[in-house]
């Protein structure tokens, strides 16, 4: 099989494109039925809603900050905006609870969330002797302690961060919209609206090359989908050449495109106002003949959340043949998926419309 494609013709024969269709909220699960059918134990079950809840809580406490709830200390110094996800506890919950502790993810101007619910998941897959390091002053006897303190220890350096302080994440250099963990392979929050999807395709690139078995799961707004580098990061992410006969070795770049839609980018309506789409899923429509098998999700449900994400990252897994001869390493194929996750709108509608849909106060 040649490597290239320099022999193929036009084809002008008569017909029309078809740009398929998207499924839009399929999942239909509840509690019952997930642990039921064994998709969901009690455990995890109760380790999505304490996630989602210690999201919401950190930002309450954010709030009551911000309107001068506390008295503050004498260092008190809280600099530069901050903003909040209240409302989108259940995307980001259910999204990183949807990939493995060792996955990547990127995430964006309003990233505690994210963040805190990468971090949480990162650290129960974590080894003891790696939650040892991360808090080596615990004297915590039993696992499940240990835990619980390098939990606590995540929210406190995601507080820190915001303060400005050394233990913060980024050392207290970046405040909310930079928090970073590479060592919980969070790559990221990012300032620039749709700055963490460029990001989240190169890491995605290195997943594909190292074949390490990883899934990288990027998290944007609806409004970075209007921006420039976030098409282009599409485009690379879906070129064809990565999974067809040019490549010796097919294999689709290892990505979940996660656009968290709140309905909003600062002013404008995403959809049909600012732009001509009434779905953001069409936005893959545009990049791959199986639109990125894109499809739409509940992103205040946090089980269809997990759902979506767990069978993105998991629905082009197989094994690599070994031999004796050519060993090679089980490795998942997996490739570009693109979700849209509509969520209460955040920072934009009053805050009861937001406490009424809130998927944290009926979360399950
Ligand atoms: C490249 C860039 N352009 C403009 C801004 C200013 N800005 C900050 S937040 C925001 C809206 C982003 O909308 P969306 O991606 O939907 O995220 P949301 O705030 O709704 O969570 C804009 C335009 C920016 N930070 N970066
Ligand atoms: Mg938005």
Redesign the pocket.
Known sequence: MPNYLSNSRPDFTPGRTDCGTIPCYQYQGKVASELASGHLTRTEAIRLLEDMLTIREFEEMIVKLRSGAYSPLPDFNYRGPT?L?IG?EAASTGACAGIEGNDYITS???GHGDSIAKGCVALRAMSEDGLRRRVPGCRAASLNDLLEAAIEDHVYRTIAELFGKEGGYCKGRGGGMHIADFTLNHLGAN?????GVPIATGAAMACRYLRNNRVVCCF????????G?VLESLNWAAMGQFSNQITNHPFGLPIVFII????????GR?EHEVTGIRSLARRAAGFADNNMHAEVVNGMDVLASRDAVQRAAAAYAWRGEGSSTNPRPSWRRRRRTCRSFPCT????HPAGLVRQSSPASSPL
């Open positions: 903003h996800s989108q964006t101007h309003r300032a620039i609206v749709g700055g944007a707004g609806d409004g970075a989908y209007g921006n580098v968290l839609n709140n309905h909003y980018g600062m002013t995403a709108p955040t920072g934009v």
